[in-house]
């Protein structure tokens, strides 16, 4: 930090252009000065983060301010926000925890799991909120490599409501709502991923416990194949191809599996909503079914530089499934974070004929908030307000408290 009569250190843009946002942010919370900033000015600020962290230009260490500000005022914006606002923070929230350096992010994670679970449950919520949370605790889950059991629980129940019991014992149990179409692909999409990190557990069981315990999951995702939108149904036949290569099916069950997936290739177009999906359908089903039948491999390349070996290949479907939900997820951003994000290296380097688990390993299990954030290094000039009014109180969970409790 730069002392006084000390030569201020140069930063570069995209961290000049992120303090600003994130000083419209502090500023909202300024009860000092009274200052509010405007709902626009919010979600202006907030999706000039994300737009850095998606485009890779902010490697933000542990020992950076930027870290613990960025998740903190993403907590409030969630709570208090807009609805704007809370699709960008959570969208902020994963790709910080993605692109995080020098750290495991799972205390992160532990302050915003009771949250982010809870809120993907929320029935009132526009589908894009839904959608944001879902892809937030998805991300962050794979990240931190922890919570994923919990996280693919939270999701699988937007999957598959459980009926809503009534406090009175007079009433009868409801329904749960129905989840939308484009709620419910983005739910299976995400799980999906966080199945493609339980490898290593589920190969280390016998096939008779694996199918046993995966039959009802399994039993649900068959019945999506049968979905009017095609958006269900092509996420429903990836995560049924994973588990296909994880051997979580029994012999009944592929039989089926190989008649549906035939039919679903060869579909005409009065079948099933959403037409414009139809060629993707047919694609994606021709390619399962060639794996079922003939044992052919999906293949897919994604270019990371201009070099001849700066090629990323798949030829899995556990990979492949990673591949398109990473690259769905950073959009533009995703070749830059192919090339410099090394925890994007990490998670495709480890691989499952190794007998590795496909996430990102947390090899700083056991710390605390206080662990990871040295809170005493943060008093700094850039950060009046939460270094002279938070962090010399009570540390960096005081400002967690603004939105994560």
């Avoid at 500023?27 to 994300?50: F, L």
């Avoid at 799991?113 to 894009?128: E, M, Y």
């Avoid at 192919?338 to 998670?347: F, G, K, S, T």
């Avoid at 009014?389 to 408290?401: D, E, V």
Wanted: glycine share 6%; aromatic share 6%.
């Amino acid at each position: 930090m730069a002392r006084s009569g000390s030569k201020a250190e140069t930063k570069p843009p995209s961290f000049e252009r992120v303090d600003a946002c994130i000083r419209d942010l502090q500023d909202r919370h300024d009860y000092w000065h009274k200052i509010t900033r405007t709902p626009a000015t919010r979600e202006a600020a907030m999706a000039g983060i994300v737009g850095e962290l998606q485009a890779g230009h902010l490697p933000i260490s542990v020992l950076d301010m930027r870290c613990l500000a960025i998740f903190a005022f993403s907590g409030v914006s969630i709570q208090k926000g807009t609805p704007k606002e809370a699709r960008l923070a959570y969208r902020a929230v994963g790709l910080l925890l993605l692109t995080l350096r020098d750290g495991s992010p799972g205390p992160l994670l532990d302050e915003a799991f009771p949250a982010l679970s809870k809120a993907i449950q929320a029935d009132d919520a526009p589908p894009a909120t839904l959608i944001a949370a879902i892809d937030c605790l998805a991300t962050a889950s794979f990240t931190a490599a922890c919570h994923v059991e919990e996280a693919m629980k939270a999701i699988w129940h937007v999957m598959v409501r459980p009926p809503v019991r009534s406090r009175s014992a007079k009433l009868k149990t409801r329904e749960a709502p129905e989840t939308s179409p484009e709620v419910l692909a983005a739910a299976v999409s995400a799980w999906t991923f966080l199945l493609t990190t339980t490898t290593t557990n589920t190969q280390q069981k016998k096939k008779a416990d694996r199918t046993s315990s995966w039959s009802t999951s399994i039993a649900s995702l068959m019945e999506m194949l049968d979905a009017d939108d095609r958006r269900v149904r092509i996420a429903a036949g990836e995560a049924l191809a994973v588990c296909v290569e994880l051997n979580l099916l029994t012999n009944k069950d592929m039989d089926v599996l190989v008649a549906k997936v035939s039919d679903l290739a060869d579909e005409p177009a009065s079948k099933g909503a959403n037409n414009t999906l139809l060629r993707e359908q047919k694609e994606l089903f021709g390619r399962i079914a060639a794996f079922l039948q003939h044992d052919e491999p999906p293949e897919a390349s994604v270019r990371t530089s201009s070099g001849r070996h700066g090629v990323m290949k798949v030829s899995t479907w556990v990979r492949l499934a990673q591949l398109n939900f990473l690259s769905k997820l950073l959009g533009n951003g995703f070749l830059k974070h192919a090339q410099d994000n090394p925890r994007l290296n990490e998670a495709f380097r480890s691989g499952r004929v190794e007998g590795k688990p496909l996430s990102i390993q947390d090899e700083e299990s056991g710390m605390t908030i206080d662990d990871f954030f040295p809170w005493h290094l943060y008093r700094d000039r850039d950060w009046p307000w939460i270094s002279d009014n938070i962090f010399s109180r009570q540390g960096p969970q005081a400002l967690l408290q603004l939105g994560w409790h």
